[in-house]
């Protein structure tokens, strides 16, 4: 454990990353207590490649004064970018303000979202400081969740300044671009194509943050780095309403505009980003949905049809769905319609019917509409279903299942067929009851019986009706 880092003081190990550790360290001669405690980021640049090495160091050393120029209440602080020449090399190492927040990747997975006003909040502040930092000059292509930290009221803070890019100098010039800066996921199209950048490939890497924090998934998601770029540069990103029905409408038109690939058509700056944000906050409830949404988690993992769902994927399928809750003599389903929607009965009770006879009545934990679901041609309904009684109906759409993780589509699907084996299987054991004496078996001819395989000439119209 190191005890020192020039003259900061190193009091314990903070975070480490594939290029750097950071530090919680301690100014001896700071005059200002707020700046007592520092974070102290010391960079590992370029690994084993010596030129890319380089490369960063040189970029090190030019851009240190772009973050230090930066002063704004949802930037993180820079006071030193330092090189050192060592015994083994050169050290090299950023101080920077130390923030007592967590990291918003904390909040990304399908399970711990924030709540959505909580969302377009953050996002709105970090707006303000991007554009701050455009007046600026400055460009940070590297905006993802692990760079931007929250404290307890939600304050975000913008960490990682220190290799932005400097508007003010030639960015084709080798010191102020390096490719390879910045995290997959979260690059604008210029940028995975090595274009030369400007503000707004931070304002497209905001909006695949907001799109994450909304959703729990970014909007392109690939098997292989190549297979993501060609993602990023050539198919347009997923509804997010679709992916979580919650979202309001006017959120779709923000994020398209905000995850353009066309330069022209994103967002001028961020304070027009901030703008749109703004007029859509009013239709988010402030209510924090955390409570409700645990229970509504816990009802879920009692009904049988999720036994075999991880938590995870429990937390997708509420994310992606309607929670229904539906008066008795309402009709939920038509048959004959086209629709591919399907859903799981929370609590209540339905009626099945088709040509105006009841088929069967189903209670809590039982799934409807799976077959026009499930139909790989024709999603049109069988059959209608009519609630009996006050019903809570879990209600799926098939796009939004579509733009779901692969673990949670091929789970669902599996759950659904093997519910629709059990309930063929109920359907022969019915009919069994009304159908005439089967042919003994006996040995001989066959497929190994005495039975004769001719196609059976049986009109199951004329079997009585089920009572």
């Known amino acids: 454990m190191l005890e020192r880092i020039g003259r900061y003081?190193?009091?314990?190990?903070?975070?480490?990353?594939?290029?750097?550790?950071?530090?919680?360290?301690?100014?001896?001669?700071?005059?200002?207590?707020?700046?007592?405690?520092?974070?102290?980021?010391?960079?590992?640049?370029?690994?084993?490649?010596?030129?890319?090495?380089?490369?960063?160091?040189k970029l090190f050393q030019?851009?240190?004064?772009?973050?230090?120029?930066?002063?704004?209440?949802?930037?993180?602080?820079?006071?030193?970018?330092?090189?050192?020449?060592?015994?083994?090399?050169?050290?090299?190492?950023m101080v920077m303000e130390y923030v007592d927040g967590t990291p918003l990747d904390r909040f990304?997975?399908?399970?711990?979202?924030?709540?959505?006003?909580?969302?377009?909040?953050?996002?709105?502040?970090?707006?303000?400081?991007?554009?701050?930092?455009?007046?600026?000059?400055?460009?940070?292509?590297?905006?993802?969740?692990?760079?931007?930290?929250?404290?307890?009221?939600d304050n975000p803070k913008i960490t990682d300044f220190g290799l932005a890019l400097n508007l003010q100098k030639d960015v084709g010039k080798e010191s102020t671009f390096v490719m390879g800066v910045g995290s997959p996921a979260y690059m604008s199209p210029e940028q995975v194509k090595d274009y030369p950048l400007n503000h707004k490939t931070d304002l497209y890497s905001l909006g695949v943050v907001l799109f994450q924090l909304l959703t729990g998934r970014t909007p392109f998601?690939?098997?292989?780095?190549?297979?993501?770029?060609?993602?990023?540069?050539?198919?347009?990103?997923?509804?997010?309403?679709?992916?979580?029905?919650?979202?309001?409408?006017?959120?779709?038109?923000?994020?398209?505009?905000?995850?353009?690939?066309?330069?022209?058509?994103?967002?001028?700056?961020?304070?027009?980003?901030?703008?749109?944000?703004?007029?859509?906050?009013?239709?988010?409830?402030?209510?924090d949905g955390t409570a409700r949404d645990m229970s509504r988690f816990e009802r879920l993992r009692q009904l049988p049809f999720f036994d075999g769902f991880e938590d995870v994927e429990l937390w997708e399928v509420l994310r992606i769905s309607v929670w229904r809750d539906i008066a008795a003599k309402v009709a939920l389903m038509q048959e004959g319609e086209s629709d591919s929607r399907f859903g799981?009965?929370?609590?209540?009770?339905v009626e099945v019917s088709r040509e105006g006879r009841a088929i069967c009545r189903l209670g809590a934990g039982e799934v409807l509409g799976e077959m026009a679901y499930l139909h790989p041609a024709s999603p049109e309904r069988s059959a209608s279903v009519v609630t009996l009684e006050p019903t809570i109906f879990l209600e799926v759409s098939s796009p939004a299942l579509a733009l779901a993780s692969e673990e949670l589509v091929e789970r669902m699907r599996s759950t659904l067929m093997a519910r629709v084996v059990e309930r063929l299987r109920e359907a022969d054991r019915i009919?069994?009851?009304?159908?005439?004496?089967?042919?003994?078996?006996?040995?001989?001819?066959?497929?190994?019986?005495?039975?004769?395989?001719?196609?059976?000439?049986?009109?199951?119209?004329?079997?009585?009706?089920i009572a």
Request: overall charge neutral; proline content about 6%; hydrophobic content about 40%.
């Open 9 to 57: 003081e190193i009091v314990r190990e903070l975070g480490r990353g594939a290029t750097s550790t950071v530090y919680l360290g301690r100014d001896p001669e700071a005059a200002d207590e707020s700046r007592r405690l520092v974070a102290i980021k010391l960079m590992r640049p370029g690994g084993d490649n010596a030129a890319l090495s380089r490369r960063l160091l």
């Open 62 to 93: 030019t851009e240190g004064n772009v973050a230090r120029r930066l002063d704004h209440a949802h930037i993180t602080r820079v006071f030193d970018a330092v090189v050192e020449e060592m015994p083994g090399g050169v050290r090299t190492y």
């Open 108 to 153: 990304c997975a399908i399970d711990r979202l924030l709540p959505m006003h909580r969302v377009v909040g953050i996002i709105f502040k970090c707006c303000l400081a991007l554009d701050y930092a455009f007046r600026q000059g400055v460009v940070h292509r590297d905006i993802k969740p692990a760079n931007i930290l929250i404290d307890r009221d």
């Open 221 to 287: 998601r690939a098997p292989s780095p190549a297979a993501l770029v060609y993602k990023i540069v050539n198919m347009d990103p997923p509804s997010a309403c679709a992916l979580n029905p919650a979202i309001p409408e006017a959120m779709d038109a923000i994020l398209k505009r905000a995850l353009e690939k066309d330069l022209y058509s994103r967002y001028r700056n961020g304070a027009d980003f901030a703008k749109d944000l703004s007029t859509v906050r009013y239709q988010i409830q402030e209510e």
């Open 344 to 349: 799981i009965l929370v609590s209540g009770y």
């Open 431 to 465: 009919l069994a009851r009304f159908g005439e004496k089967a042919v003994e078996q006996g040995g001989g001819q066959g497929r190994g019986s005495g039975v004769d395989y001719q196609q059976l000439d049986c009109d199951l119209e004329l079997l009585p009706p």
